[in-house]
């Protein structure tokens, strides 16, 4: 069975930039949630997508944006990059919507370094 | 406010010398606590998952047990290929209000396991 797969792997902007990062989940899977890691802030939730919807929004900037598609691919952008946002970015794939009883896999991540 | 908290921050044993991680957290009506184990450039690998107090699980030489404010993964005779940063992250509460797979992660624990 496929894992959680992100396109791309790396990915080189400058300020001011935007930059869009996919998510494919494992197949059957209709929950994508995204995560940013940083060394100093460590992993931080963006936002979470169920059957096209967005539940739940972390504390970033509206920059920050994502959605998802009826086949649960998920996209996110961020627009005006600044520096700060140099970071790895993951997408976690589930089988339903809820985290009880419910395994979260996730995907090797986008290095995105801002420049 | 939903807090969790890993130590130590890095760990350094030596082949075969057993020790335990803490992961103390703070989720009013915890869900689910997640543990992954993270290698360098990588995304989480999804190791357990423990949805009430008591419950212990085991996978090769980790164990992770639950208890209402804290989890512990224990390493048994632990190898070098068991050198990674573990994460512990406990699933939003019930409190939350509606259902959700946003998990709070630690800060994690950096292990080094040497021959």
């Known amino acids: 069975k496929a894992g959680v797969t992100q396109t791309p792997r790396y990915l080189i902007k400058t300020r001011g930039q935007q930059v869009t990062l996919s998510c494919s989940p494992i197949?059957?899977?209709?929950?994508v949630s995204w995560y940013q890691q940083t060394p100093g802030q460590g992993l931080q939730f963006l936002f979470e997508?169920?059957?096209?919807?967005?539940?739940n929004k972390g504390n970033f900037p509206g920059r920050f944006s994502g959605r998802q598609f009826s086949n649960s691919r998920s996209e996110m952008n961020v627009s005006t990059l600044e520096l700060g946002d140099s970071a790895l970015y993951l997408c976690?794939?589930?089988?339903?919507?809820?985290?009880?009883?419910?395994?979260?896999?996730f995907g090797p991540g986008t290095r995105l370094t801002v420049l | 406010e939903d807090q969790v908290t890993q130590s130590p921050e890095a760990l350094r044993l030596q082949e075969g010398e057993s020790s335990s991680l803490n992961c103390s957290y703070t989720?009013?009506?915890?869900?689910?606590l997640f543990w992954y184990r993270q290698d360098p450039g990588k995304g989480p690998e999804f190791l357990f998952t423990?949805?009430?107090a008591g419950e212990e699980k085991e996978k090769e030489r980790l164990k992770a047990t639950l208890t209402k404010k804290e989890s512990f993964l224990h390493i048994t005779a632990p190898k070098p290929e068991d050198s990674a940063t573990y994460l512990c992250?406990?699933?939003?509460?019930?409190?939350?209000?509606?259902?959700?797979?946003?998990?709070?992660f630690g800060t994690g624990t950096l292990l080094a396991v040497q021959p």
């Open positions: 197949s059957g899977h209709r929950s």
């Open positions: 997508y169920f059957s096209e919807t967005q539940r």
């Open positions: 992250a406990p699933s939003l509460g019930a409190d939350y209000g509606g259902a959700t797979n946003k998990l709070i």
């Open positions: 989720v009013s009506g915890l869900r689910g």
């Open positions: 976690a794939s589930s089988l339903t919507g809820q985290s009880s009883y419910n395994e979260q896999f």
């Open positions: 423990l949805y009430s």
